[in-house]
């Protein structure tokens, strides 16, 4: 858990935001976030496009059938978003990370979502791009209390990473999202801004 990360491991989660990018540490190469741009819609079109990644999201690979349908995608979604990155391998989006801020008495909270290509699954990057996203937000937007994840039961992988990063399982929602015109179970993950102090 976060809460028991001693100040080395803190540190070097700290460092690997100032990395130069690409490089690899401990067999891990070396990510960056930053917003995403229009000209970044050929990288993203590799994994909204990819079956495999789909999977467990709210669109399927036809969602985004197009270029153009991308492009849209990411002038009227991504770019206003208040919190969206890409998850950058020497500067090119392999994925993308996004905070949503919930508001009114909703507003101590926020809800984590990503995505990364195929074909860097298993070589750890979605667990540091969410380190990343951990040590930055709470400074961030500071009246944040909460960061949670909702992840489909039988999403393994997503569940790991966020267990390795500190979140904590509180528990499984049954039958509780429509998705592709079935109704799933999630599970809830949660980390508080005190857990990470």
């Known amino acids: 858990m976060l809460d028991q990360i001693n100040s080395s491991a803190r540190k070097e989660m700290e ?49 985004y059938a197009s270029k153009d349908d991308g492009l849209k995608y990411i002038e009227d ?52 791009a969410v380190k990343m996203v951990v040590l930055s937000i709470f400074k961030d937007w500071p009246h944040l209390e909460r960061l949670e994840a909702l992840v489909d039961t039988e999403n393994l992988g997503s569940q790991r990473v ?11 929602l049954r039958k509780y999202v429509i998705q592709k015109g079935s109704t799933r179970d999630m599970v809830m993950y949660s980390l508080l801004s005190t857990e990470f102090d």
Not at 106 to 114: A, I, P, Q
Not at 162 to 172: I, R, S, T
């Open 15 to 63: 460092g690997a935001l100032c990395k130069p990018h690409g490089e690899e540490k401990d067999g891990l190469p070396e990510i960056s976030l930053r917003p995403l741009e229009l000209a970044d819609v050929d990288d993203f079109m590799v994994w909204a496009t990819d079956d495999r990644v789909t999977r467990f999201c709210s669109w399927d690979s036809c969602t």
């Open 77 to 128: 979604t991504v770019i206003p978003h208040p919190w969206f990155r890409g998850i950058c391998l020497n500067n090119r989006p392999i994925g993308a990370i996004s905070v949503k801020p919930y508001s009114g008495n909703d507003s101590c909270r926020g809800e984590l979502g990503y995505v990364l290509a195929s074909e860097y699954w298993g070589r750890g990057i979605a667990t540091q």
């Open 162 to 172: 966020l267990e390795k990063v500190g979140f904590m399982k509180e528990g499984v």
